[in-house]
């Protein structure tokens, strides 16, 4: 009987035989020593199962709620592996992308140039970081920083891992952010009433070039003095000057 329960899986049979000296009872006990081994390494393969499932659901959480665009390529350039963040990025359904190629996502200039980037990063072992741009395959263009590294999966297969940051957005900001920047800095510069910025102990820490005309001093002398050096006392006293914060201050003539 607890052969038959041994047999169909079971690991917990036992023979339940005294044992004593007769060659039953010796049978009996190295049929249990040996169930008793099987169940301790079923108990261990199963802690083993579990710890990796555990592992897994941690590790795809993370990276399906990642921002990166994350996905791995085997050497053929067929997708083996893509996040849920890939996925909600080029609106595909969950695994749609199992054996694609670059094609199907990017232009053919730049399937053609990951590619490459992908055989060097197999050949060479290291990896390689870019901030490029990315035409996708419906034309629109996009700004990525992209991370590529090999890694060996666990049949043995040398594969090349991405991940990407869509930047467009934030290169977007920083442009409009430099031009008004711009637009600003001429518009101080070619003002005719003297400008100047200090912070908040009253420092000049910039200067247009008409302050400099009113003053009479260079750029260089005057990001050297102070706001009271140049103001009359009763006139600091009736400017709205806030020392939390750095203010701009407009010059008259002495």
Known sequence: DATKKLAAGDPAARTRLPYDHGEL????????????GLQARQAERDRAEQALRGSEERFRAFMDNSPAIAFAKNGSGGFVYANATMERYFGLQPGEWHG?????????????????????????????????????????????????FPFTDADNQRLAATMSFDLSEWRQAQEALA??????????????????????????????????????????ELLQKRVDELVLPDDLAMMPLRRSEEHTSELQSR
Request: aromatic fraction near 6%; proline fraction near 2%.
């Open 25 to 36: 009872s010796e049978l009996a006990r190295a049929f249990d020593e040996m169930a008793s």
């Open 179 to 220: 031009r008004a920047e711009r637009r600003y800095t001429q518009l101080v510069e070619h003002a005719s009433d003297g400008v100047v910025i200090a912070d908040a102990a009253l420092r000049l820490v910039d200067v247009n070039t008409a302050a400099c005309r009113l003053t009479g001093y260079s750029r260089e």
């Open 100 to 148: 694609l190629t670059d094609a199907r996502f990017w232009s053919q200039e730049c399937a053609d140039r990951f590619r490459e980037e992908d055989a060097q990063v197999l050949v060479t072992g290291a990896p390689q970081q870019s901030v490029d741009p990315v035409t996708l395959s419906d034309g629109r263009q996009r700004c990525w920083l992209t991370v590529k």
